[in-house]
C-alpha cells in the first residue's frame, strides 16, 4: 500500500519501535488514505486525530503481537 511504511517488529527491526517510528508510519498511513499530504486548515484537526488514533492502533498492535521464535534468536545472538 504504502512502500514507505516498514515493518515495526522484531525480527524486521532490531529492537522495540520508537514513538517517533510508529508516528511516523501512521502519519504515512493517514496521508495515503487521505489523500493529503498536508491537510487544509479546516482538515488539520481531524488529520491530526486520525494519526494520534492510529499510532495508538499500532503501539497496541506492537505491544501484543507474540513473534514465535524471537526469544530463541535473541539467546543464540546474547
Keep these: ?4 511504511i516498514k ?3 522484531p ?6 519501535a520508537t514513538e517517533e517510528e510508529i508516528r511516523a508510519a501512521a502519519l504515512q498511513y493517514v496521508r495515503k488514505v487521505s489523500g493529503f ?3 487544509a486548515a479546516h482538515n488539520r484537526e481531524v488529520f491530526e486525530r486520525a494519526v494520534e488514533a492510529v499510532a495508538e ?3 497496541a498492535l506492537l505491544g501484543g503481537l507474540e513473534v514465535r521464535g524471537l526469544a530463541a534468536r535473541e539467546e543464540a545472538a546474547g
Excluded: F, G, N, Y
Design 1 to 4: 500500500m504504502c512502500r514507505s
Design 7 to 9: 515493518t515495526l517488529r
Design 11 to 16: 525480527p524486521q527491526l532490531a529492537q522495540e
Design 37 to 39: 499530504r498536508a491537510p
Design 57 to 59: 492502533a499500532t503501539a
